[in-house]
């Protein structure tokens, strides 16, 4: 490291190439060397400025000139080294570079490219979703609801009926024309897509089961995932290398394929050849499912992780490395989660907390982080990209440039600045500074109050300081800024000034932050404020957690009128049914 920076006083920030050079000595634990670089107020960047999620990371993008990195909006980085990726510019144009196995970079041809080339097929398409396997072939879904695949076809992957290389992005269009796709998984050479309608398609290798047809035999074309999944709603899945999950809209999970180390969660080490439902979840809401090689990660409801399959690397954040076939508990010690991340490609896990710390484990640069371990990073990708094993992305990545404030950054950066504002609301004793031109143009409200006053300072008294500076700062960046707990007083305000839009986003933030501490209070809210969407969601977690939640003082002190309908209708639901 002294070869090339000095080690100056800790106050000052200085920057270090990523990767080592070959000669100069590095800490041998790369978790003494992360502890390292964070007690000496080191960071790694490369050399451009960092952005929100900075592609910079991976090498196969370092010799894009500067001008071409801020033009990207999209990527995705694949193959056996990292080796392959694939771009999208704001202007909605695709681009591939890399070494292009088997045709993966979509050019109509074999040769690799160093220098960005673009893929004129896809240009103007609006990519939702993007997989990839290990041949590898690629499969993309597009905003119109389309699937479009390339890459290798030895075992059918591509869903086209043969087993040529797709050299070029063709349409997978048997049994899909008339659905629309939004989100498609790929494990090492078989395809699973989602459509609007939560029915799961799927083709390619089946050696194991993993199309879930009831054989082993390949499957050519896309063919609907049925047997326990018929008539219900998926909505979301993932592949291992050579399994598949899927979470439906009531939090169950199955699985379906290759099991050998208990990547399934059922208990026991049998392949399945049709969907299973893993029944040691049963009581607890999934929301989104990761695998990776050969394990699988799961995230409830109410922020915690279960983790599951293969653990000689201390994937699954138990502590140790025996492998996991039911899954167990994760014991984060940390605040809720709200997103986990594995790639099928690696032996990797991540997650992220609901303040944003993001934790690693698993093979980490080949070492075995057997629990999860807090990061300087900022999102999970970061992990993959610099502790992964190829260092791909784990799923497909939003990129947002720094160089340029556009409007809405604009905004935001002058909210509560008193620099230019023209008014001034007081409240609890605090100023909150704001512009009248741009509350008259977002807010109903204020047109009318602002166009019968002068005044340069407002005092309020009917809400707290908290929830008006959300209310206004939501006015200047549409995003709320606000604990879910405290977003219920956000939600009176909105009725109160008949803002639409705004009682939706407090319904999603509230809907977010539910527990089964909070469940009755939010619920009692969303009756008080006629949020019927909002009452129907806090009701059925009611109805899932009830045990717990009926033993909550908010149950307790539960106002009688609503107390009498809530057993009313879950009577109806079938809640105590024995």
């Excluded at 394990?295 to 279960?306: N, W």
């Amino acid at each position: 490291l002294n070869k090339h920076c000095m080690i100056p006083d800790k106050s000052m920030r200085i920057t270090v190439p990523f990767g080592i050079p070959s000669g100069v000595p590095v800490l041998t634990d790369l978790l003494t060397w992360n502890s390292f670089l964070l007690r000496e107020n080191v960071v790694c960047v490369p050399t451009l400025s960092s952005s929100m999620l900075d592609v910079g990371k991976w090498p196969v993008f370092a010799l894009l000139p500067p001008e071409e990195l801020r033009l990207i909006r999209q990527a995705c980085v694949f193959g056996s080294a990292a080796n392959e990726a694939l771009y999208v510019t704001v202007n909605d144009e695709v681009f591939a570079l890399g070494t292009n196995c088997s045709g993966c970079l979509g050019l109509g041809d074999l040769q690799s490219t160093i220098e960005p080339r673009r893929i004129d097929v896809l240009c103007g398409k609006k990519i939702v979703s993007l997989s990839y396997g290990t041949g590898p072939h690629v499969v993309i879904a597009t905003a119109d609801g389309e699937v479009f695949a390339w890459g290798h076809n030895g075992y059918s992957q591509l869903g086209n009926g043969t087993t040529n290389h797709g050299l070029t992005p063709a349409q997978v269009s048997t049994n899909l024309l008339n659905k629309r796709v939004t989100e498609v998984a790929c494990g090492s050479h078989h395809t699973i897509a989602l459509t609007t309608d939560g029915e799961v398609f799927a083709w390619g290798y089946n050696n194991s089961g993993q199309v879930g047809s009831g054989s082993t035999a390949n499957q050519p074309t896309p063919r609907r995932v049925s047997s326990c999944l018929q008539n219900k709603v998926v909505v979301n899945i993932a592949c291992g290398q050579l399994c598949s999950m899927a979470v439906l809209d009531n939090g169950e999970t199955y699985g379906w394929g290759y099991n050998c180390n208990g990547q399934l969660g059922l208990g026991n080490n049998g392949n399945q050849q049709t969907p299973c439902r893993i029944a040691a979840l049963q009581g607890v809401n999934i929301i989104q499912v990761a695998c990776g090689y050969a394990h699988t990660l799961a995230l409830t409801d109410e922020g915690f992780i279960y983790a599951w399959g293969a653990n000689s690397y201390g994937q699954l954040g138990t502590g140790n490395k025996s492998n996991q076939a039911v899954p167990t508990l994760i014991n984060t010690d940390k605040e809720r989660m709200v997103e986990v991340a594995a790639c099928h490609t690696s032996h990797t896990s991540a997650a992220k907390t609901q303040s944003g710390q993001v934790l690693m484990w698993g093979q980490c640069r080949g070492q075995a982080v057997a629990c999860p371990h807090i990061t300087h990073f900022a999102s999970t990708d970061d992990v993959f990209a610099c502790f992964a094993t190829p260092a791909v992305t784990w799923h497909l990545l939003t990129v947002d440039g720094d160089d340029y404030l556009t409007v809405a950054q604009s905004l935001k950066r002058e909210f509560d600045s008193p620099d230019i504002s023209d008014l001034k609301f007081l409240v609890d004793g605090k100023c909150i500074h704001v512009h009248k031109a741009l509350l008259k143009i977002r807010c109903e409200h204020f047109r009318v109050l602002l166009n019968e006053t002068d005044e340069e300072s407002i005092e309020i008294h009917q809400f707290s300081y908290l929830v008006y500076r959300a209310f206004l700062e939501y006015l200047y960046t549409d995003i709320i800024n606000l604990p879910p707990e405290d977003a219920i007083g956000l939600l009176d305000l909105a009725t109160f000034y008949r803002e639409t839009r705004l009682k939706r986003l407090c319904q999603e933030t509230i809907k977010r932050g539910i527990s089964e501490e909070n469940a009755i209070t939010l619920l009692s809210a969303a009756v008080k404020y006629e949020a019927r969407d909002l009452e129907e969601f806090c009701f059925k977690f009611c109805v899932n957690h009830l045990t717990a939640v009926t033993q909550t003082q908010a149950f307790a002190d539960m106002d009688h009128e609503l107390l009498k309908t809530f057993i009313s209708k879950a009577s109806r639901y079938g809640a105590f049914k024995n």
